[in-house]
């Protein structure tokens, strides 16, 4: 019999860890990884117009207005791919509206999972990131260094991740976060990202095979 995919939603403040983990968690459930950020970076890559506008909101770190960040998110979770394998959507709801908007479309997570890390070491992890542009893997510089030369002479560094604008996003981050946290309360695991990357996503692991277990023994009604 087929087995229910896994829905779940991942949050927290800039450089918590959300894309690290969501490597992770893929890597191990094969749910389609959905990242708001990355859907907008690629938006801004192609040069369309909407690109063009999101760039000047995430330049400042805001929100981009919901127009360009509903649909596109909506389309993505639409697909067969992420409707057959589950999906994890990481960086949205980052407001009521969008989580009221998503709930409109009929989209509900299994869990919503929030990343909690102090304030001060979300900056060194934000100026120390680095991406490679070829695998779109994560690394810092210090706690997750590149393992060749090759791959440390190609690393890239995101245009919003100087201090100054991480503490921007922050900010943008501090304003929002109980709204979106108030409409899923039920459902939400609160995990403390401040350790290695390994023994945080040990703690969501846990999670989600307890949540695919429940969901695969229970009457198929719901
Ligand atoms: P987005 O791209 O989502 O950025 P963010 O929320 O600021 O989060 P980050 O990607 O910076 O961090 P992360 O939590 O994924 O951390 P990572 O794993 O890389 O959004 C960018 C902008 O787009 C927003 O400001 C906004 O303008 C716009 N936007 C996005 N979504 C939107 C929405 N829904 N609505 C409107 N606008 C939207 O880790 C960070 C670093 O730490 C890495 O170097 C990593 O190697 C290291 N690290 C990770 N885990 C550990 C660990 N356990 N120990 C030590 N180091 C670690």
């Known amino acids: 019999e087929k087995t229910e995919p896994l829905k779940i939603m991942i949050s927290g403040a800039p450089a918590s860890g959300k894309g690290t983990q969501c490597e992770l968690i893929t890597h ?5 990884h959905i ?6 970076r690629a938006e801004i890559a192609s040069g369309s117009e909407n690109g063009r506008r999101a760039k000047e909101y995430m330049e400042k770190g805001q929100l981009v207005p919901d127009e360009i960040v509903v649909m596109m998110v909506k389309d993505r979770l639409s697909q067969t791919d992420s409707k057959q394998n589950g999906w994890l959507l990481d960086g949205y709801p980052r407001s009521s509206s969008q989580a009221t908007a998503l709930k409109g479309f009929g989209f509900q997570p299994d869990l919503f999972i929030l990343l909690e890390v102090p304030e001060d070491i979300l900056i060194e992890r934000v100026v120390g990131r680095r991406l490679d542009p070829v695998t779109g893997k994560i690394y810092h510089l210090k706690y997750s260094p590149p393992g060749t030369e090759e791959i440390a002479a190609r690393l890239t560094q995101r245009f919003d991740d100087t201090e100054e604008k991480a503490k921007l996003r922050l900010k943008t981050h501090n304003q929002n976060v109980s709204d979106v946290l108030s409409m899923y309360d039920d459902i939400t695991i609160k995990i403390k990202g401040n350790r290695s990357k390994e023994e945080v996503f040990a703690h969501i692991d846990t999670a989600l095979s307890e949540l695919l277990q429940q969901k695969n023994s229970a009457p198929s009604s719901l």
């Open 28 to 32: 191990k459930y094969g749910l389609v």
């Open 35 to 40: 990242s708001a950020g990355d859907l907008l």
